[in-house]
């Protein structure tokens, strides 16, 4: 490169730079307005979708900073080559700032901890020893291009292969009575089946119907149920068949592996969301029946982990963001995020005496992050803030309850469709 073609370089660099600072300073000013409000209404949705998508925006900013300073950097490396004397370039301060404006409230979970389980415990007490790291994002694998490099190519036939059979979706519409049914039936007979046969229990056996798997196939996805009449205890009563269907069964470390995916149509970025879900609390089924407990908490701290990333910090730092779904289907996913933590972890816990906990907010003074029990992330999200008062769920400022309030969006939306069906029939 010439001189002149390094100095437009770095303007355009400049200019770049100068942009995002703009945009940044906007947002900072957009976010401090929207964390100020104090009071629940119903306008309150607006405007927590609007800080999730200010707080995704800063961080695309923080990675295009990061994208700059690396071009700063190999023009310094050009213009040392032409011995050319380059004025002191910015650090971008601006980053350093936009980035402790998020992470400082909003932290990156990761590594995670583990030490006796004991009321009151508390994570920095010494008694808690460090484990080993673990990854904190469930993010979509992205496409990678793999170079084989041969010294002497040899061309060999290609062998022939036979395509694997597409399988056909089951569930694909929700509101089609012969899609839902036939989900239902793959349900029982991949799942639930196995569970009656090895339970042999006529009470179980009365409440695993297929009937019953399609209302809750239902309800799950915000549609009215079929086979009973919809009240303000329909939600709560398919919250129960679920958990008791495929939650709640088994005894000690012989738990059944359930797909709570399969309840949503398949392909869907819904069955997607549980799916990752399913895979962490089947691991844990299966190293507690196979009396692994190094495997077991390393699933319990990828499982607080992404609770956290996700509904705590929603999706801010990577993984999945649950409030980007349509809101009446919030509280289900919910469920099947957390339905399964009391049999299949909390029960654990403290039966061997443990505690896992997880990194979560940072302290700019000390450096470090907080470490919060895996138990008490989950607390919080079922009543705003844990127990011990350890950590909490916030929203533009204030503390919520994410299963009272993802409780009323579907209630709500269920109500109208019961008041149309009313007055359809009417």
């Excluded at 709570?260 to 869907?268: A, G, H, M, R, T």
Aim: hydrophobic content about 35%.
């Amino acid at each position: 490169m010439t001189r002149e073609e390094i100095n437009e370089r770095y303007a355009v660099l400049e200019s770049r730079e100068n942009l995002l600072n703009l945009e940044a300073e906007d947002l900072e000013k957009e976010l401090a307005n929207l964390t100020e409000l104090k009071s629940i209404s119903k306008l309150k949705k607006a405007e927590l979708k609007r800080e999730v998508e200010i707080r995704r925006r800063l961080e695309e900013i923080n990675d295009g900073y990061a994208e700059i300073q690396e071009e700063y950097e190999a023009l310094d490396e050009e213009a040392q080559k032409l011995e050319i004397e380059v004025k002191e370039k910015k650090n971008s301060k601006r980053r350093g700032k936009v980035f402790a404006g998020v992470a400082i409230v909003l932290a990156i979970a990761g590594a995670f901890a583990v030490g006796r389980y004991a009321k009151g415990t508390k994570c920095s007490s010494k008694e808690v020893k460090p484990s080993k790291s673990i990854s904190s994002t469930t993010e979509m694998p992205k496409a990678t291009e793999e170079v084989i490099v041969t010294a002497t190519p040899v061309v060999t036939q290609a062998p022939t292969s036979t395509p694997e059979p597409t399988v056909a979706s089951v569930l694909v519409d929700v509101t089609n009575a012969k899609d839902v049914k036939n989900a239902a039936e793959r349900i029982m007979t991949e799942d639930v089946n196995a569970i009656i046969s090895a339970e042999n229990d006529q009470q179980y056996t009365d409440l695993a119907t297929a009937e019953n798997i399609e209302d809750i196939i239902r309800v799950v996805n915000a549609e009215l149920p079929e086979y009973s009449e919809y009240d303000d205890f329909t939600i709560g009563e398919t919250v129960n068949k679920m958990s008791d269907i495929f939650v709640n069964r088994g005894l000690e470390n012989n738990l059944y592996p359930v797909e709570l995916s399969k309840l949503y149509p398949d392909d869907s970025k819904e069955a997607e969301y549980v799916a990752s879900y399913d895979e962490v609390y089947n691991n844990i089924a299966k190293y507690r029946a196979e009396g692994n407990v190094d495997g077991v908490i390393e699933q319990v701290g990828v499982l607080g982990s992404k609770l956290y990333n996700e509904w705590h910090l929603a999706g801010l730092y990577g993984g999945y963001n649950p409030f980007l779904f349509p809101e009446e289907e919030q509280y289900f996913l919910l469920q099947c995020a957390t339905s399964r933590f009391s049999n299949y972890v909390r029960e654990y816990l403290e039966s061997n005496d443990l505690t896992v906990c997880i990194e979560t907010c940072y302290n700019p003074e000390t450096q470090e992050y907080k470490l919060v029990e895996v138990r008490d992330i989950f607390e919080a999200m079922y009543m705003g803030t844990s127990k011990n008062g350890e950590i909490s769920v916030w929203r533009s400022g204030e503390v919520i309850n994410l299963f009272g309030e993802t409780y009323q969006d579907l209630k709500h939306v269920l109500d109208e469709k019961a008041e149309i069906n009313v007055k359809t029939l009417g």
